[in-house]
Structures are given as C-alpha cells and as structure tokens.
C-alpha cells in the first residue's frame, strides 16, 4: 500500500512562493495519476492539480498559471507562486482516481502579510 507524506508549508506574504513535496512509499506510486488538494478552515476538499504517469497535467481554474505541478521517482511537487492570501489552506496529496489512498497529515501554508 502506497502511503505519502507531504510537507514543504509554512508562512509566506503574498506574492511569494512555496515548493511543497509529497513523499510516496510503494513501488504501485510510479504507476498512479497524482494529485495535490487543499482545505481551507470551513471549506470543502478541493483539487488543485494532478499529474499521470507520463506527465501530463491538468489544473483547476483557481491555480492555473501559478502552480506547477511535477514528480520524481518517488516524489510529487507543487510549485506554487504569486500566492495570494486565499491560497491559505492545509495541503494533501493522493491519487487522482478511487480508491483514493490513506490521507497525510497534510502541511499547513499560510499566506499573509
């Protein structure tokens, strides 16, 4: 069973940047389309991006021309710019598809001045 871990969050003003990792154990990982979502304080679970074993990617609307999203070998990143106070939120990876995997703790990014 692939199990991930994400970190990388933290304070930051807006405008500034943040490069989150998500660490995935399991040799199934590589096969996976992954995916980057956020919850924000009261809000719904939303995906941000994902990203297929061959690299293709796709954004929501909300992040588009400011996150990047990629992996490595073992390793998903979300590259994340111009952030913007609403961007506040706990960051969580896991696959694109069901069944999902066991949920990380998540790492907390805070965007304010």
């Known amino acids: 069973q692939v199990q991930v871990a994400e970190s990388g969050g933290g304070l930051v003003q807006p405008g500034g940047s943040l490069r989150l990792s998500c660490a995935a154990s399991?040799?199934?990982?590589?096969?996976?389309?992954m995916a980057w979502y956020r919850q924000a304080p009261g809000k719904q679970r939303e995906l941000l991006a994902h990203?297929?074993?061959?690299?293709w990617t796709e954004y929501a609307d909300s992040v588009k021309g400011r996150f990047t999203i990629s992996r490595g070998k073992n390793t998903v990143y979300l590259q994340m710019n111009s952030l913007k106070p609403e961007d506040t939120a706990t960051y969580y990876c896991?696959?694109?598809?069901?069944?999902?995997?066991?949920w990380g703790q998540g790492t907390q990014v805070t965007v304010s001045a």
């Open positions: 896991n696959k694109y598809t069901f069944p999902l995997l066991k």
């Open positions: 399991g040799t199934s990982f590589r096969l996976y389309t």
């Open positions: 990203i297929t074993s061959a690299s």
